[in-house]
Nanobody, 123 residues
Framework: VQLVESGGGSVQSGGSLRLSCSVFGYISSGYSAGWFRQVPEKKREAVAAIRGDRTTNYADSVKSRFTISQDNAKNTLSLEMNMLKSGASAMYSC??????????????????WGQGTQVTVSS
């Protein structure tokens, strides 16, 4: 299984970006997935998660501004990010797991990881 992110880039504060994660290989019929972000020398942070029953979980800092979605037919995961703030600058990575998560916000709930795509938000 391979996860490949795309869609990162530079945007001004208040702008929007849409990240995509393409899944190559079979995980399971209703796999769970999530987005994490990390800046150098800081702990990885869970951003958003979704599982097979379409339950979602968002970090408080992104609620109402970010939307996670999953298209199993296309084997893709997306993260729509609106009203971006400068504090959102980070390397964003997608992750997937064959089972439904309990919280979706812990790294060890996931088995597969992408390499990441950089998001830079300027003020």
């Amino acid at each position: 299984v391979q996860l490949v992110e795309s869609g990162g880039g530079s945007v001004q504060s208040g702008g929007s970006l849409r990240l995509s994660c393409s899944v190559f290989g079979y995980i399971s019929s209703g796999y769970s997935a999530g987005w994490f972000r990390q800046v150098p020398e800081k702990k990885r942070e869970a951003v958003a998660a979704i599982r097979g029953d379409r339950t979602t979980n968002y970090a408080d800092s992104v609620k109402s501004r970010f939307t996670i979605s999953q298209d199993n037919a296309k084997n893709t995961l997306s993260l729509e990010m609106n009203m971006l703030k400068s504090g959102a600058s980070a390397m964003y990575s997608c992750a997937a797991a064959p089972r439904w998560w309990l919280s979706g916000r812990e790294g060890d709930e996931y088995k597969y990881w992408g390499q990441g795509t950089q998001v830079t938000v300027s003020s």
